[in-house]
Structures are given as C-alpha cells and as structure tokens.
C-alpha cells in the first residue's frame, strides 16, 4: 500500500489542524495506520494509531488532545489535532502494518510509509 501525507501547516499555539493519510494500491481495510513524527534532532515517535478493527491507540503526550479515525471507503486515515502546542512542532509521518493493538508503537512493525507533512506551532 501506498501512503500520502496532508494537511501539516503553521498554527499557533492553541490551535487545530487536519492531517489526513490517503491510501492507494492495496487493501486498506487489511491494516492499521499509524502517525508518527520527528522533531529536529529527536528520534521519530508513535503518536497515534487505529487498528483495522478502529481501535485508537495514543501516545501520553497527545491523549486527550489529538483524535485518530480512519474511514475505509475513503481510504483515508485522519488525525484530528486540538489544543496545539510549540512542542507537538515534527514533521508527522502515516505508516501502515498489519500488525495487532500491542505492536502499534513500534515503528520497526510498518513496511510502508507516506512522505511526511511539517507541522509547526508557534508560541
């Protein structure tokens, strides 16, 4: 499968943004989506995933805030973010496995990944 990456920009801090992870060239409905993201000179990290059965997955530092839906027959996996802040500031990646609920974290589990999308929140 084949993975596109959306919807990243400039907010400011307290502010929402839309990604939007567009799928091609497999079957969606056969994996789970995962958004990670890496900030300047820090190693890329799980953010948040959905399962194929649309379980959520979130890392600590974004519960409560980002919100990950997938729709299948749009292909498209979405991560809602609210209440932005300087630190949430990466370039944020969607990958896709066919891995379980207890492997989303991991980032070595995904064979495919999208192009990445910058997302930058000013203070």
């Known amino acids: 499968v084949q993975l596109q990456a959306s919807g990243g920009g400039l907010v400011q801090a307290g502010g929402s943004l839309r990604l939007s992870c567009a799928a091609s060239?497999?079957?969606?409905?056969?994996?789970?989506i995962s958004w990670f993201r890496q900030a300047p000179g820090k190693e890329r990290e799980f953010v948040a995933g959905v399962t194929r059965s649309t379980t959520p997955l979130y890392a600590d530092s974004v519960k409560g805030r980002f919100t990950v839906s997938r729709d299948n027959g749009k292909k498209t996996v979405y991560l809602q973010m609210n209440s932005l802040k300087p630190e949430d500031t990466a370039v944020y990646f969607c990958?896709?496995?066919?891995?379980?609920?207890?492997?989303?974290?991991?980032?070595?589990?995904?064979?495919?990944w999208g192009q990445g999308t910058l997302v930058t929140v000013s203070s």
């Open positions: 060239g497999g079957p969606f409905r056969n994996y789970a």
């Open positions: 990958a896709a496995s066919t891995v379980v609920l207890s492997g989303l974290r991991t980032s070595d589990h995904y064979n495919s």
